[in-house]
């Protein structure tokens, strides 16, 4: 059985272990920018981004640990469906304020087009993730729409993405690589998206999908 094998148990230890550590570090990380931050600077956005992350994310990954961790069996379907509700919502709030921050860090005049291409995906990813045919309290939600709730999602993260790329090679900065960290994360994340659930295996690329978001967060931290 699942719950008496070795193999299985060191892994949720270490899935364990892992989330907690990112948790905590995006936390510390989001608590220290506040504390030395005025309100409205951009260390204040920044700690708001990092709170949203945070959230976001305990959201969906307390619940994990605590099915993890539970012996008496429950089903945790409905908890973990939340959960992930949730945090589809605050990820994109998350990149909105990316978006935000990097445009006051660089000085950047976005234009209407760009703009819109931002926020109409943010809208359109939040309007698909409110859908009742997402099912996201069923054990087996539909792949599909895992599919069609990302897709904007992609956009407005590549979007963003190629902004922070563009605007650190032509100046560089405290941001300069986290261009790097977005595309690592989408790389990690869109194989969990389409494969996860005929290979569970692939959702381990969570990890460093985790480590790349932890990164974004620490880049903040030199922010004056």
């Given at each position: 059985m699942e719950q008496?094998?070795?193999?299985?148990?060191?892994?949720?230890?270490v899935e364990?272990?892992?989330?907690?550590?990112?948790?905590?570090?995006?936390?510390?990380?989001?608590m220290l920018l506040y504390m030395t931050a005025e309100v409205g600077s951009l260390r204040w956005q920044y700690a708001l981004m990092a709170f949203i992350l945070g959230i976001g994310d305990a959201s969906h990954l307390i619940p994990r640990i605590y099915a993890m961790v539970d012996k008496n069996d429950h089903n945790h379907t409905a908890l973990l469906g939340i959960g992930k509700f949730i945090?589809?919502?605050?990820?994109?709030?998350?990149?909105?304020?990316?978006?935000?921050?990097?445009?006051?860090?660089?000085?950047?005049?976005?234009n209407r087009l760009l703009s819109i291409i931002i926020y109409g995906s943010a809208l359109l990813r939040i309007f698909l993730c409110v859908l009742p045919q997402n099912r996201w309290l069923d054990e087996t939600p539909p792949l599909i729409w895992g599919i069609i709730r990302n897709v904007p999602f992609f956009i407005l993260g590549m979007t963003v993405m190629l902004f922070y790329m563009i605007a650190a090679f032509k100046y560089g900065g405290s941001l300069s690589l986290l261009w790097l960290a977005i595309l690592i994360s989408f790389v990690c994340y869109l194989p969990v998206v389409l494969f996860s659930k005929t290979n569970p295996k692939v959702g381990m690329l969570?990890?460093?999908?985790?480590?790349?978001?932890?990164?974004?967060?620490?880049?903040?931290?030199s922010l004056t």
């Open positions: 008496t094998n070795p193999k299985r148990k060191i892994m949720r230890t364990t272990i892992f989330d907690l550590l990112y948790l905590s570090t995006v936390f510390i990380a989001a945090a589809s919502i605050t990820m994109t709030l998350f990149y909105i304020f990316l978006w935000e921050i990097g445009k006051v860090y660089y000085t950047f005049n976005a969570m990890l460093p999908k985790s480590c790349a978001y932890a990164a974004i967060v620490l880049m903040g931290v």
